[in-house]
Nanobody, 117 residues
Framework: QVQLVESGGGSVQPGGSLRLSCEAS????????MGWYRQTPGNQRELVAN???????NYADFVNGRFTISRNGAKNTVYLQMNSLKPEDTAVYYC???????????WGQGTQVTVSS
């Protein structure tokens, strides 16, 4: 019922910037979190940032002020502005919508971010 469509990934040089977008469609209840996770081969998927329907934000320690998460409730869209990118940021980035009313998690298909010189 819920579909997440991600965009904005690509290849950049160290120090560059990217803006990821994720638009949700379908039956979406008001009380939910949206966020971004990332995963590299052989590693577990890890939290990058999340934002609640009330606008509260949380970031992983490695973000260190470089990224900003935001959302547009009317359009059911979450964004991740990534600045000062490092090679270790290279990963597949996944959008998440967590519905606390129903208890379901919905994932996007993933978008590749590559940071290299």
């Amino acid at each position: 019922q819920v579909q997440l469509v991600e965009s904005g990934g690509g290849s950049v040089q160290p120090g560059g910037s990217l803006r990821l977008s994720c638009e949700a469609s379908g039956t979406i209840f008001d009380v939910n979190d949206m966020g971004w996770y990332r995963q590299t081969p052989g590693n577990q998927r890890e939290l990058v940032a999340n934002i609640t329907s009330g606008g509260d934000r949380n970031y992983a320690d490695f973000v260190n002020g470089r990224f900003t998460i935001s959302r547009n409730g009317a359009k059911n869209t979450v964004y991740l502005q990534m600045n000062s990118l490092k090679p270790e940021d290279t990963a597949v980035y996944y959008c998440l919508l967590q519905d606390f009313l129903v208890g379901f998690k919905y994932w996007g298909q993933g978008t590749q971010v590559t940071v290299s010189s």
